[in-house]
């Protein structure tokens, strides 16, 4: 526990760092050359990390989770809808994204008395922050430890400990931390997973995508960007001069000097001749132009895309002429494959936490021979004429049956949607079993009444 508290304590400036830079709240260093000490207080943001970020979670949308032996998976959908698994997963990418990990922590959310398994009672699935939460994790076998939780209540400082068979509450006191509750669940392995994102051998913990050159560069164009205003201080009203002007032409009525500014405004506008009869000549320095400090920030910006994969428009980058569909789709190619990755990466986290969601409802381990597989919206653009000709196609070839759902969903229809052509499909087919039976009939007698029934006549 000392150690995890340690790692936790040791990695925060870490974490809160790419934060700031996440929500554009980070302290630009100033190289003291040509900032002058007046303009200190002015803060630039740029938020490319950001802009980064979001667009690689955002083609991360998790729809839905099922068996893969197309058995009913109703019970996996109940689980997800209760704890609102859909929307809480982009919280946990993003955490992944900005932090280089977020974690799940499984439990029970059941409180109600007696013993026994409670069917009203759904498991507890929650997206933790590692700002809050670390892991202690084993390469080998590739799966967690340990895990501690931190977090202020009533104005104390809690713990929460981990472990494969227990769950340990204890509160900081003065002699140490004392245990207010235990649950001695027996699940035998860790209530905890964690989303790791851009693992290496040597770091399985994962990395941030705002790394250091992200970080580099956003500095770099912040501090352009405040040249720029501080040059719109200094330049935004253009300098002038004047040539053979008398003492007077800078003196109110009174002979006061008058401020620089009445100067410029005023009598610099109306000067009289001199003692000689000669107009003093007034004339105007060049603008500053930022034209030169603009094509600086475009460079970065094209730099930047490159950093974070993202087609250059993305960070504002655009050129005179516009793109084909082809090139657009070109210049999303690497985004695309990146998020393809971090979907193959998750989906095997995500379905690991609904098997220990069920694990933690039945009180026994899901059977091993059936796979949880989880279904993504496709992270690529590919425009709906595409998508319906390839379905079409792969229908015509008959290597798809035309009433199969990987047609639904290869034309793009979300889950919702595939459910109502489900329904559809069905109230369809009932129509045409009544129409069936109908023409099955044996016509009616001629002159019989279709009404009668049979029975003795009345008297």
């Given at each position: 526990?000392?150690?995890?508290?340690?790692?936790?304590?040791?990695?925060?400036?870490?974490?809160?760092?790419?934060?700031?830079?996440?929500?554009?709240?980070?302290?630009?260093?100033?190289?003291?050359?040509?900032?002058?000490?007046?303009?200190?207080?002015?803060?630039?943001?740029?938020?490319?990390?950001?802009?980064?970020?979001?667009?690689?979670?955002?083609?991360l949308?998790?729809?839905?989770?099922?068996?893969?032996?197309?058995?009913?998976?109703?019970e996996?959908?109940?689980?997800?809808?209760?704890?609102?698994?859909?929307?809480?997963?982009?919280?946990?990418?993003?955490?992944?994204?900005?932090?280089?990990?977020?974690?799940?922590?499984?439990?029970?959310?059941?409180?109600?008395?007696?013993?026994?398994?409670?069917?009203?009672?759904?498991?507890?699935?929650?997206?933790?922050?590692?700002?809050?939460?670390?892991?202690l994790?084993?390469?080998?076998?590739?799966?967690?430890?340990?895990?501690?939780?931190?977090?202020?209540?009533?104005?104390?400082?809690?713990?929460?400990?981990?472990?494969?068979?227990?769950?340990?509450?204890?509160?900081?006191?003065?002699?140490?931390?004392?245990?207010v509750?235990?649950?001695?669940?027996?699940?035998?392995?860790?209530?905890?997973?964690?989303?790791?994102?851009?693992?290496?051998?040597?770091?399985?913990?994962?990395?941030?995508?705002?790394?250091?050159?992200?970080?580099?560069?956003?500095?770099?164009?912040?501090?352009?960007?405040?040249?720029?205003?501080?040059?719109?201080?200094?330049?935004?009203?253009?300098q002038?001069?004047?040539?053979?002007?008398?003492?007077?032409?800078?003196?109110d009525?009174?002979?006061?000097?008058?401020?620089?500014?009445?100067?410029?405004?005023?009598?610099?506008?109306?000067?009289?001749?001199?003692?000689?009869?000669?107009?003093?000549?007034?004339?105007?320095?060049?603008?500053?132009?930022?034209?030169?400090?603009?094509?600086?920030?475009?460079?970065?910006?094209r730099?930047?895309?490159?950093?974070?994969?993202?087609?250059?428009?993305?960070?504002?980058?655009?050129?005179?002429?516009?793109?084909?569909?082809d090139?657009?789709?070109?210049?999303?190619?690497?985004?695309?494959?990146?998020?393809?990755?971090?979907?193959?990466?998750?989906?095997?986290?995500?379905?690991?936490?609904?098997?220990?969601?069920?694990?933690?409802?039945?009180?026994?381990?899901?059977?091993?021979?059936?796979?949880?597989?989880?279904?993504w919206?496709?992270?690529?653009?590919?425009?709906?004429a595409?998508?319906?000709?390839a379905?079409?196609?792969?229908?015509?070839?008959?290597?798809?049956?035309?009433?199969?759902?990987?047609?639904?969903?290869?034309?793009?229809?979300?889950?919702?949607?595939?459910?109502?052509?489900?329904?559809?499909?069905?109230?369809?087919?009932?129509?045409?079993?009544?129409?069936?039976l109908?023409?099955?009939?044996?016509?009616?007698?001629?002159?019989?009444?279709?009404?009668?029934?049979?029975?003795?006549?009345?008297?």
């Open positions: 526990m000392a150690v995890m508290r340690q790692e936790l304590q040791a990695n925060r400036f870490k974490l809160q760092l790419r934060d700031a830079y996440y929500d554009g709240r980070q302290l630009i260093r100033d190289l003291g050359i040509s900032i002058p000490p007046q303009l200190k207080g002015l803060h630039t943001v740029i938020g490319w990390p950001r802009i980064g970020v979001d667009a690689l979670e955002q083609r949308d998790l729809e839905a989770m099922r068996w893969s032996d197309g058995s009913d998976s109703s996996l959908e109940e689980i997800a809808e209760a704890n609102d698994l859909y929307d809480e997963s982009s919280l946990g990418h993003t955490d992944a994204f900005v932090y280089g990990r977020g974690y799940i922590s499984g439990g029970s959310s059941c409180e109600c008395d007696g013993p026994g398994r409670c069917d009203d009672c759904p498991p507890l699935l929650t997206v933790e922050s590692p700002l809050d939460m670390t892991m994790w084993d390469p080998r076998l590739r799966m967690g430890l340990s895990a501690l939780r931190e977090c202020i209540q009533d104005e104390e400082r809690m713990s929460v400990l981990m472990l494969p068979n227990s769950t340990i509450w204890t509160v900081e006191t003065e002699n140490g931390y004392e245990i509750d235990r649950d001695d669940h027996g699940l035998g392995m860790l209530p905890v997973l964690r989303l790791a994102n851009r693992q290496r051998t040597a770091d399985r913990i994962g990395r941030s995508e705002i790394t250091p050159d992200v970080m580099s560069i956003t500095d770099a164009a912040c501090r352009r960007l405040l040249g720029i205003e501080v040059a719109a201080e200094f330049y935004g009203a253009p002038r001069y004047i040539l053979g002007a008398s003492e007077s032409a800078f003196q009525a009174e002979g006061n000097a008058t401020s620089a500014w009445e100067t410029y405004i005023g009598r610099m506008l109306a000067l009289e001749r001199d003692e000689d009869g000669n107009i003093p000549e007034v004339g105007q320095f060049t603008a500053h132009d930022p034209s030169g400090q603009t094509k600086i920030i475009d460079l970065y910006a730099i930047m895309a490159t950093q974070l994969g993202l087609p250059p428009h993305m960070l504002g980058y655009t050129s005179d002429n516009p793109a084909s569909a090139a657009i789709r070109s210049a999303e190619s690497m985004l695309v494959k990146k998020a393809e990755r971090r979907i193959r990466r998750f989906g095997r986290v995500w379905a690991q936490a609904m098997r220990l969601a069920l694990w933690i409802r039945d009180g026994e381990p899901p059977d091993k021979s059936r796979r949880i597989e989880t279904v919206r496709n992270p690529a653009t590919p425009t709906v595409a998508s319906t000709d379905a079409v196609k792969l229908v015509q070839a008959g290597v798809l049956p035309a009433d199969s759902d990987v047609v639904l969903e290869m034309v793009g229809l979300t889950q919702s949607q595939q459910q109502r052509v489900r329904a559809d499909r069905r109230r369809r087919g009932a129509s045409l079993l009544l129409e069936q109908g023409r099955d009939l044996p016509p009616a007698p001629t002159g019989a009444n279709p009404g009668a029934v049979d029975g003795p006549p009345d008297l």
